[in-house]
């Protein structure tokens, strides 16, 4: 009897059981490596497409400003819904957050951003504001009159026969400025997203 | 302060009773709330008690982005907790509603206009160990100096 006191005393007054007694806690848990967190940079050159901003589902979680050192994507925390769509849709892995860029390599996917764009025949009145006001076509055609007519054809927009013609389309960037311009919203810009699995020979 | 004092505080800082109040959420960060009860997360480790009782509360987690049905409600949950009281926005919608701010819908984000916020979570949900460590940073600010300033 009183050795089993001892044994008792003995293992009782460990202070291991002492500590674990008064502070029993479980292991702090970690972020696993694949948690898809909010987006970070990763210190690859941004070439200001704003595709993250158009496949971003959350209003106002992410915008591209200027920095001294270029163009760089700033995530907004409380607007942020982390569904990685930006890091997807970005041509050049500005941004990282998980494991989103290694899947997309392995399994060869990515998201890409077509666009196009609809002119109303009958809502046209060909007053040239999409032609004029296109950053595309500015830097094609400096000296483009207010009307929209010109004389090359390598444009995205031009005014041709009284109605807004869309020459190349493919040139478009989805920055949406003539739908922005136009007085009748007759001009329409869609942004096609499409998640692409690249074929084989692309490897 | 006396010692006395701060050895009470430092007691109740160690007993934090939490109520939630969901203010028009997609059910997605109660659920993650609900994750800090089980045992994987299990917040009563820390001495954190979760009830939905605003009389005894000292934490109050708002959930969601406060639709219309929330008016004065809200703001008569949060008289009824007796002091000292912090809030803690849980998730995107109390703090800036998130995907329902949008124009032409009924919600009012963010909650900070209608209850003070002592701090906020953001994450769509966020994860139950971000709400934890939230929690457990407010605690010791609840109660310090808290008959002092009384």
Known sequence: MPLSLVYYAKEFFRREWAQKFFAAKTAPLETPPYFRNFPELTGKTCTHHLFCMMACPAPGAIDVIRTPEGWKPRIHLGHCIRCGLCV???????????????SMFYDNTRLSFSFRIDVDRTKCMGCGNC?????????????????GRASTDDLLLKVSEGKCQ????EKCTGCK?????????????ARLLEAVHAPEEDL | MTLLQ?????????????????????????????????????????GIFVHNNPREADVLLVIGAYTPGWEEKLEGLWEKIPDPKAAIA???????GCLFARPHTLVDPPVAKHIPIAAQVPGCPPRPTEILSAILS???TVFRDYEVRK
Do not use: F, W
């Open chain 1, 88 to 102: 997807e849709a970005c041509p050049n892995g500005v941004l990282s957050s998980g494991r989103v860029l290694e």
């Open chain 1, 131 to 147: 032609a004029v006001a296109c950053p595309v076509n500015k830097l094609i055609d400096a000296q483009m009159s207010h009307g």
């Open chain 1, 166 to 169: 869309v020459l190349h389309v």
């Open chain 1, 177 to 189: 400025t003539c739908e922005h311009h136009c007085p009748n919203e007759a001009i329409r810009v």
């Open chain 2, 6 to 46: 701060s050895l009470k505080n430092l007691v109740r800082s160690r007993s934090i009773h939490v109520a939630y109040v969901d203010v028009g959420s997609c059910n997605g960060c109660d659920i993650e709330v609900l994750a800090c009860l089980a045992p994987r997360y299990d917040i009563e480790q820390y």
């Open chain 2, 90 to 96: 849980i998730g995107n919608c109390p703090i800036s």
């Open chain 2, 138 to 140: 407010v605690a010791p």
